[in-house]
């Protein structure tokens, strides 16, 4: 057996222990402070399947999931972790209803493509601003774009408040967007909508450029070995600029897919914390766009599962963060698993030179 198979089979097993143990920890904390354990564990399991309002209720917390966890694979492909994804999904949220408001020369779901088209465009290059200063004046990367976060959700926040907000309205928020730009349901008596399609169809573009074209392959390449890639004559620079965009991009259109999905107005008054799901979710997923979609499923699943708990039990919704934290722990601990990895890779090394 090759050392990347053998890796790959790991990473299963390691991804399931990681999530059964999680899973386990968090039911014996529901039996050990739960009046009605076995009421409380009933929603938690499955409660997201018990009917077809609640299942709707879990795609809802996937296809956001979806967006921030394929920005963060794009955007740490490089190995510039930076965490651009959780401004340029607040900015995309906030464009777009800028755009769907103020910009009146389309309507409808012309206005919808527009609008995301330009989400696209200005959260991409929102991205670009903390790899520009990390490369010109070496900052740190992650604490750049931690930082560069909070300026762009001030700079949204005077936009929201000077342009955006109905100070008629009771409801706290901005001015009701266009009912005619909305996604169009899926399945009636839910929140399934298009852009659970939208979603689905990034899972794939995103797969495909970053490992069926040759910038995708260059980026994974400095990724990798970034002295490597420059030395064969890879431009390590712009293929950093390109991912850093395409990542933010990716995230921004999130935050613009989900206010035309299930917003009836622009309401964040804060940073959404998506960038760190988002990086939750790739971290479960490997950094691999493919599993992308089964990790959101999965966390989509257990904040469905303890929001209805939370409404039906007398056991809190933050369990999930007890189940998020043991999950990580375990996936990015390098020494979980790792010498029974190493004794497998030296046994099948050994048996392969004894056949030769």
Not at 24 to 51: M, Q, R
Not at 312 to 339: P, R, Y
Request: aromatic fraction near 14%; glycine fraction near 10%; proline fraction near 2%.
């Amino acid at each position: 057996m090759s050392n990347k198979k053998l890796d790959l089979i790991f990473s299963f097993i390691k991804t399931f222990l990681a999530i059964l143990i999680a899973m386990v920890v968090a039911l014996i904390i529901i039996v050990c402070i739960s009046d009605e354990p076995l009421e409380a564990l009933h929603s938690f399991l499955l409660g997201p399947f018990s009917n077809i309002r609640r299942i709707g209720n879990l795609v809802e917390n996937t296809v956001p999931l979806i967006f921030v966890g394929l920005g963060v694979c794009v955007l740490w492909a490089t190995g510039k972790r930076t965490l651009s994804g959780e401004g340029c999904y607040y900015f995309g949220g906030l464009f777009g209803a800028l755009m769907a408001l103020k910009f009146t020369l389309v309507s409808g779901k012309a206005l919808t493509v527009t609008s995301l088209v330009a989400v696209i465009i200005v959260c991409g290059l929102l991205a670009l601003l903390p790899i520009i200063v990390n490369v010109k004046y070496g900052a740190d990367d992650f604490v750049v774009s931690l930082l560069f976060n909070y300026v762009i959700f001030y700079v949204g926040n005077y936009i929201f408040s000077n342009y955006l907000m109905d100070i008629n309205s009771s409801s706290s928020g901005s001015y009701l967007l266009p009912e005619d730009t909305f996604f169009p349901t899926l399945v009636e008596k839910t929140k399934i909508n298009g852009s659970l399609i939208v979603a689905l169809v990034m899972v794939f573009l995103t797969w495909f450029f970053l490992y069926k074209t040759k910038w995708g392959y260059r980026i994974r390449l400095i990724g990798i070995n970034a002295n490597y890639a420059k030395y064969i004559g890879i431009n390590v620079l712009g293929m950093c600029l390109l991912a850093q965009f395409i990542g933010g991009a990716i995230s921004g259109l999130g935050g613009g897919v989900e206010m035309f999905g299930h917003n009836p107005r622009f309401a964040w008054f804060s940073l959404t914390n998506m960038g760190w799901d988002g990086i939750m979710v790739a971290t479960l997923a490997y950094y691999k766009p493919q599993y992308i979609l089964l990790s959101a499923l999965f966390l989509g699943y257990v904040r469905t599962g303890a929001d209805i708990m939370n409404r039906t039990s007398d056991v809190a919704s933050e369990i999930v963060l007890v189940i998020q934290a043991i999950m990580i722990l375990f996936i990015g601990a390098k020494a979980f698993m790792a010498g029974t990895q190493q004794k497998l890779r030296v046994k099948y090394s050994t048996e392969e030179k004894k056949e030769a």
